[in-house]
Structure formats: C-alpha cells, structure tokens
C-alpha cells in the first residue's frame, strides 16, 4: 500500500499555532485538507494573527475526525519578510495547559514566497537560513553621551555594518573614538580607530568586516569587525572616547543587522 502520509484525527485532536513575529500584525493562515469519515475530501481555513514584539502567541484549532491529508502555513501580505515571522503547528491531544502535543507538522519562516507545509517538511529553526535584513537608526545621545544601542528581546542579530558622527569640542585634546561590545556587563570586544581625532573635526567612523587600514581618509575613519558577529539579546553596540572632553557629541548611529527570531 503507498503512503500517502494521510495522518489519522480522533475527536478532540487539535492544531495548536504558536508564532512570534516582529513585524505588524499581519494575519497567518493555516490551510488543510481533511478527508471526512465518509471519505469526502474538504478544504480548511484558519487565521491567526501573531503578535508584534517578538513574544509568542498561540492558539488552538478545533479538528474533526478524519484523515489529514495536507496543511501549509503562508501569509498574503508583501510586507512580511523572511526572518520576521515564525511559526510551530503541532498535533495535540485537546488544547491549553493540558494539551498533549502529539506531533510537529511544520516549524519555519512565513512570508510572501515561503510557505512551509506537511507531509512536504522540512521541520527547520529560528536560526536556519538568512534573516531579515534591517537598516536601523539609533538613539542620537547629549553631548557628553556615548551612544548606545541593545539587541532586543526575541532577537539575534549579525552586525553588518555601522556609521555614525562624531564631533569633538574646541578643547584642545586628541581623543580615541572606539567601538565597544558588551554583553551588557563585559566587554567582548573593542575596535580600534584608524586616527586620532582632535579638537574642533567632524569625523565619521564606519563600522565593517574590512580588513586593517594604517589611516583614515579625510573625515571618514573605520572600525573592524570580527566575521560573522552574532549578538545575542540584550548585548549592546555602544561607544567610548579615550581623552573625551566636555562637548563631544555623538549622532545617531545607523546600523545594518541581520535579524533572526529567539523563540
């Protein structure tokens, strides 16, 4: 006999969604194919709408008996993009805090393009494959501030790249403009400025896997970064002025993060 990968559902059973996103809340959908007992074949539709900072939602659909036969997670919105929303349906025996989940049908990215399915699989996770690419514009701090930026909650990031002004006061002092990740207690690493800056420059520091450069050019000096940088929530991009005096000013740093869901 082949194998269909039709999977038996008693009375009781549900699909139980759990989701995490960080985009808008744009509705999931689950769609199925359910064989009925009397062998008709019936298509299913269920909306879920995951929540928008990262936490996650779940909820519980109510599943007659019969045999499933299929069933894809997928998102009409062009909106969402990969690395945005994440989402496990699983099999259970009844729903809420007593619900036995039985099996993982699906466990993956959702997003225009990309809709993950059962029997077809694979079961991925959170950290499989590319993220969602972010252009991010930092908190601009006072004068006499480092700027500081932190992963949130829910995220891992890959810093791709940073940039960001410094203007240094008319005291007379040459300072050392640095880089510093944390983890938000320890410092895990520190990139060194190409040059000094002194008083009275707008300089620009640009932050990248590029190599060692002896010297800046003009106003514009770099920062290295170490390949592939994951950061982990709660670790912090932030900076440090060796020599700073009274007026030094940041801007807002602009970054560019690859983000994946930490479910």
């Known amino acids: 006999m082949v194998n269909t990968g039709e999977l038996y559902v008693s009375a009781g059973d549900t699909l139980r969604i759990t989701s995490w996103s960080s985009q808008a809340t744009y509705p999931v959908y689950l769609v199925g194919r ?3 007992l009397g062998g008709n074949i019936a298509p299913q539709q269920w909306a879920h709408t995951p929540l928008n900072d990262r936490s996650a939602r779940t909820e519980y659909f109510a599943l007659a008996e019969g045999g499933l036969l299929s069933l894809a997670v997928h998102v009409d919105s062009a909106a969402v993009l990969r690395g945005q929303t994440f989402a496990v349906v699983e099999l ?3 729903r809420g805090t007593p619900a036995i989940p039985l099996h993982v049908l699906i466990a993956g990215y959702v997003c ?4 993950p399915g059962w029997p077809e699989g694979p079961l991925r996770g959170p950290g499989d494959g590319p993220g969602y690419v972010r252009r991010i514009t930092g908190t601009d701090p006072a004068p006499d501030a480092e700027f500081s930026e932190s992963v949130p909650t829910g995220a891992v990031w890959r810093l791709r790249s940073l940039r960001v002004q410094c203007v240094t006061s008319a005291l007379v002092n040459n300072r050392a403009c640095f880089m510093v990740l944390t983890d938000g207690a320890t410092t895990l690493w520190r990139s060194i400025p190409t040059s000094y800056q002194a008083a009275s420059l707008t300089n620009r520091y640009n932050a990248g896997v590029i190599g060692h450069r002896a010297t800046g050019v003009g106003n514009e000096l770099e920062w290295n970064l170490p390949a592939d940088l994951m950061l982990q929530a709660g670790w912090t991009i932030t900076s440090y ?8 000013d940041w801007g807002a740093p602009e970054l560019v993060v690859e983000e994946w869901l930490q479910p």
Do not use: A, F, V
Request: charged share 35%.
């Open 34 to 36: 359910i064989r009925g």
């Open 92 to 94: 259970c025996r009844g």
């Open 112 to 115: 225009r393009g990309e809709s």
């Open 241 to 248: 002025i060796w020599g700073k005096m009274t007026g030094d």
